[in-house]
Protein backbone atom coordinates (compact mmCIF):
# COMPACT_ATOMS: atom_id res chain seq x y z
CA UNK A 1 0.00 0.00 0.00
CA UNK A 2 0.99 3.58 -0.12
CA UNK A 3 3.07 4.91 2.68
CA UNK A 4 5.30 7.83 3.91
CA UNK A 5 8.63 7.58 5.48
CA UNK A 6 9.68 9.68 7.98
CA UNK A 7 13.47 10.19 9.17
CA UNK A 8 15.32 10.86 11.77
CA UNK A 9 13.22 9.36 14.31
CA UNK A 10 14.56 11.15 16.89
CA UNK A 11 16.74 14.15 16.89
CA UNK A 12 18.30 16.14 18.94
CA UNK A 13 19.07 19.67 18.53
CA UNK A 14 21.04 22.45 21.07
CA UNK A 15 18.50 25.64 21.59
CA UNK A 16 19.21 28.18 18.79
CA UNK A 17 20.18 25.45 16.48
CA UNK A 18 18.07 24.74 13.16
CA UNK A 19 16.24 21.07 12.69
CA UNK A 20 15.16 19.08 9.88
CA UNK A 21 13.05 16.46 9.47
CA UNK A 22 12.94 14.52 5.54
CA UNK A 23 9.53 12.42 4.48
CA UNK A 24 9.25 10.56 1.34
CA UNK A 25 5.98 9.46 0.05
CA UNK A 26 4.97 6.58 -2.58
CA UNK A 27 1.92 7.71 -4.08
CA UNK A 28 2.65 10.15 -6.78
CA UNK A 29 -1.07 11.38 -7.19
CA UNK A 30 -0.65 13.06 -3.30
CA UNK A 31 -1.00 16.96 -3.78
CA UNK A 32 -1.30 18.01 -0.16
CA UNK A 33 1.69 18.01 2.52
CA UNK A 34 0.73 18.97 6.25
CA UNK A 35 2.85 18.70 9.39
CA UNK A 36 1.44 18.13 12.70
CA UNK A 37 3.52 18.71 16.01
CA UNK A 38 2.26 16.34 18.92
CA UNK A 39 2.81 17.75 22.47
CA UNK A 40 2.17 15.45 25.29
CA UNK A 41 -1.14 14.15 26.23
CA UNK A 42 -2.47 15.96 22.82
CA UNK A 43 -3.69 15.61 19.62
CA UNK A 44 -1.67 16.28 16.51
CA UNK A 45 -1.96 19.63 15.40
CA UNK A 46 -1.04 21.94 12.14
CA UNK A 47 1.71 23.76 11.67
CA UNK A 48 2.38 23.79 8.43
CA UNK A 49 1.32 22.57 5.12
CA UNK A 50 2.15 22.61 1.28
CA UNK A 51 0.23 21.83 -1.54
CA UNK A 52 2.25 20.43 -4.50
CA UNK A 53 1.85 23.99 -6.86
CA UNK A 54 4.25 25.10 -4.84
CA UNK A 55 8.10 24.18 -4.05
CA UNK A 56 8.54 26.05 -0.72
CA UNK A 57 6.28 28.14 2.18
CA UNK A 58 7.56 29.62 5.12
CA UNK A 59 5.62 30.68 8.46
CA UNK A 60 8.16 32.37 11.09
CA UNK A 61 10.74 30.02 11.85
CA UNK A 62 9.11 26.86 10.15
CA UNK A 63 9.84 26.19 6.61
CA UNK A 64 8.45 23.37 4.37
CA UNK A 65 10.45 22.36 1.05
CA UNK A 66 8.66 20.04 -1.56
CA UNK A 67 10.29 18.10 -4.21
CA UNK A 68 7.79 16.46 -6.55
CA UNK A 69 9.65 15.06 -8.83
CA UNK A 70 11.80 13.25 -6.29
CA UNK A 71 8.39 12.33 -3.74
CA UNK A 72 10.44 14.01 -0.53
CA UNK A 73 9.21 17.07 1.04
CA UNK A 74 11.40 18.29 4.44
CA UNK A 75 10.43 20.22 7.33
CA UNK A 76 13.00 22.91 8.84
CA UNK A 77 12.98 24.83 12.36
CA UNK A 78 15.19 27.95 12.47
CA UNK A 79 16.14 29.22 15.95
CA UNK A 80 14.50 26.54 17.59
CA UNK A 81 13.58 26.69 21.11
CA UNK A 82 12.75 25.03 23.98
CA UNK A 83 8.90 24.81 23.51
CA UNK A 84 9.96 23.40 19.77
CA UNK A 85 10.02 19.87 21.77
CA UNK A 86 7.32 17.58 20.92
CA UNK A 87 6.90 15.04 17.92
CA UNK A 88 6.41 15.82 14.54
CA UNK A 89 4.63 14.06 11.97
CA UNK A 90 4.36 14.34 8.23
CA UNK A 91 1.49 13.49 5.96
CA UNK A 92 0.45 13.11 2.70
CA UNK A 93 -2.95 12.57 1.39
CA UNK A 94 -4.54 9.48 -1.02
CA UNK A 95 -7.87 9.51 -2.15
CA UNK A 96 -8.35 6.05 -3.25
CA UNK A 97 -11.99 5.08 -2.40
CA UNK A 98 -11.86 7.89 0.46
CA UNK A 99 -10.08 10.95 1.06
CA UNK A 100 -7.25 10.24 4.00
CA UNK A 101 -4.06 11.34 5.37
CA UNK A 102 -1.25 8.59 5.84
CA UNK A 103 1.10 9.98 8.13
CA UNK A 104 4.79 9.39 8.58
CA UNK A 105 6.14 7.42 11.94
CA UNK A 106 7.09 10.32 13.70
CA UNK A 107 10.24 12.57 14.65
CA UNK A 108 10.99 13.35 18.41
CA UNK A 109 12.36 16.14 18.68
CA UNK A 110 14.73 17.26 21.95
CA UNK A 111 15.68 21.24 22.33
CA UNK A 112 18.42 21.23 24.83
CA UNK A 113 18.52 24.45 26.52
CA UNK B 1 -9.49 23.60 21.23
CA UNK B 2 -9.03 22.28 17.88
CA UNK B 3 -13.07 22.25 17.42
CA UNK B 4 -12.65 18.25 17.95
CA UNK B 5 -13.93 17.45 21.46
CA UNK B 6 -13.76 13.27 22.35
CA UNK B 7 -14.80 11.70 25.64
CA UNK B 8 -13.38 10.61 27.79
CA UNK B 9 -9.82 11.20 27.75
CA UNK B 10 -8.76 8.13 29.86
CA UNK B 11 -10.38 4.66 29.64
CA UNK B 12 -9.47 1.39 32.02
CA UNK B 13 -11.82 -1.60 30.73
CA UNK B 14 -11.41 -5.36 31.36
CA UNK B 15 -11.18 -7.59 28.07
CA UNK B 16 -14.87 -8.78 28.50
CA UNK B 17 -15.81 -5.34 28.94
CA UNK B 18 -18.46 -2.89 26.60
CA UNK B 19 -17.51 0.62 25.70
CA UNK B 20 -17.79 3.41 23.55
CA UNK B 21 -15.81 6.26 22.62
CA UNK B 22 -16.83 9.33 21.32
CA UNK B 23 -16.18 12.15 19.22
CA UNK B 24 -17.77 15.50 18.54
CA UNK B 25 -16.87 18.45 15.90
CA UNK B 26 -17.92 21.87 15.67
CA UNK B 27 -16.29 22.53 12.33
CA UNK B 28 -19.11 21.94 9.69
CA UNK B 29 -16.87 19.27 8.39
CA UNK B 30 -17.75 16.74 5.95
CA UNK B 31 -15.42 13.59 6.46
CA UNK B 32 -14.89 11.70 10.16
CA UNK B 33 -11.99 9.73 11.12
CA UNK B 34 -10.92 6.84 13.59
CA UNK B 35 -6.72 6.71 13.88
CA UNK B 36 -4.88 4.23 16.41
CA UNK B 37 -1.66 5.62 17.69
CA UNK B 38 0.35 3.44 19.29
CA UNK B 39 4.01 3.75 20.83
CA UNK B 40 6.41 3.76 17.93
CA UNK B 41 4.29 3.50 15.56
CA UNK B 42 3.30 5.60 12.64
CA UNK B 43 -0.71 6.57 13.17
CA UNK B 44 -2.64 4.29 11.96
CA UNK B 45 -5.85 4.56 10.11
CA UNK B 46 -8.95 2.80 11.68
CA UNK B 47 -12.18 4.42 9.79
CA UNK B 48 -12.90 6.55 7.34
CA UNK B 49 -16.79 8.17 7.12
CA UNK B 50 -17.46 10.52 4.90
CA UNK B 51 -21.30 12.23 4.77
CA UNK B 52 -22.20 9.88 7.21
CA UNK B 53 -20.89 6.84 4.98
CA UNK B 54 -18.34 4.74 5.79
CA UNK B 55 -15.88 4.94 3.45
CA UNK B 56 -13.19 2.54 4.67
CA UNK B 57 -12.60 0.23 6.93
CA UNK B 58 -8.52 -0.51 7.21
CA UNK B 59 -8.65 -3.97 8.15
CA UNK B 60 -9.79 -3.48 11.62
CA UNK B 61 -11.20 -6.18 13.61
CA UNK B 62 -14.78 -6.63 14.31
CA UNK B 63 -14.02 -6.08 18.03
CA UNK B 64 -14.25 -2.80 17.09
CA UNK B 65 -17.50 -1.31 15.49
CA UNK B 66 -17.56 2.21 14.28
CA UNK B 67 -20.80 4.28 14.05
CA UNK B 68 -21.55 7.89 12.97
CA UNK B 69 -25.54 9.15 13.67
CA UNK B 70 -24.49 12.19 11.54
CA UNK B 71 -22.04 14.12 10.21
CA UNK B 72 -20.68 16.09 13.56
CA UNK B 73 -20.89 12.66 15.92
CA UNK B 74 -18.72 9.84 15.80
CA UNK B 75 -18.02 7.11 17.97
CA UNK B 76 -15.89 3.92 18.29
CA UNK B 77 -17.52 0.41 20.27
CA UNK B 78 -15.41 -1.47 21.94
CA UNK B 79 -15.76 -5.24 22.98
CA UNK B 80 -13.80 -7.44 23.94
CA UNK B 81 -10.72 -5.94 23.10
CA UNK B 82 -7.62 -7.80 23.81
CA UNK B 83 -4.03 -6.09 25.49
CA UNK B 84 -2.61 -5.04 22.17
CA UNK B 85 -5.52 -2.48 21.95
CA UNK B 86 -4.18 -0.37 24.21
CA UNK B 87 -2.95 2.99 22.75
CA UNK B 88 -4.66 6.67 21.94
CA UNK B 89 -8.00 6.94 20.11
CA UNK B 90 -7.46 9.89 17.77
CA UNK B 91 -10.57 11.29 16.39
CA UNK B 92 -10.07 13.41 13.37
CA UNK B 93 -12.15 15.84 11.04
CA UNK B 94 -11.79 17.71 7.96
CA UNK B 95 -13.74 19.16 4.75
CA UNK B 96 -12.95 16.78 1.88
CA UNK B 97 -14.06 15.17 -1.08
CA UNK B 98 -12.73 15.37 -5.23
CA UNK B 99 -14.68 18.13 -6.08
CA UNK B 100 -13.29 20.65 -2.78
CA UNK B 101 -10.15 21.45 -1.64
CA UNK B 102 -8.72 19.28 0.21
CA UNK B 103 -8.45 20.63 4.01
CA UNK B 104 -6.21 19.70 7.21
CA UNK B 105 -7.34 17.53 9.37
CA UNK B 106 -8.19 18.49 13.02
CA UNK B 107 -7.27 16.23 15.77
CA UNK B 108 -9.33 15.61 18.99
CA UNK B 109 -6.87 15.34 22.02
CA UNK B 110 -7.54 11.59 22.11
CA UNK B 111 -8.90 8.67 24.36
CA UNK B 112 -5.90 6.89 25.91
CA UNK B 113 -7.16 3.46 26.47
CA UNK B 114 -5.50 0.54 28.66
CA UNK B 115 -7.13 -2.80 28.47
CA UNK B 116 -6.11 -5.12 31.33
Known amino acids: GENVEQHPSTLSVQEGDSAVIKCTYSDSASNYFPWYKQELGKGPQLIIDIRSNVGEKKDQRIAVTLNKTAKHFSLHITETQPEDSAVYFC????????????FGSGTRLLVRP | ETGVTQTPRHLVMGMTNKKSLKCEQHLGHNAMYWYKQSAKKPLELMFVYNFKEQTENNSVPSRFSPECPNSSHLFLHLHTLQPEDSALYLCASSQAGSNVMNTEAFFGQGTRLTVV
Open chain 1, 91 to 102: AADLMDSSYKLI
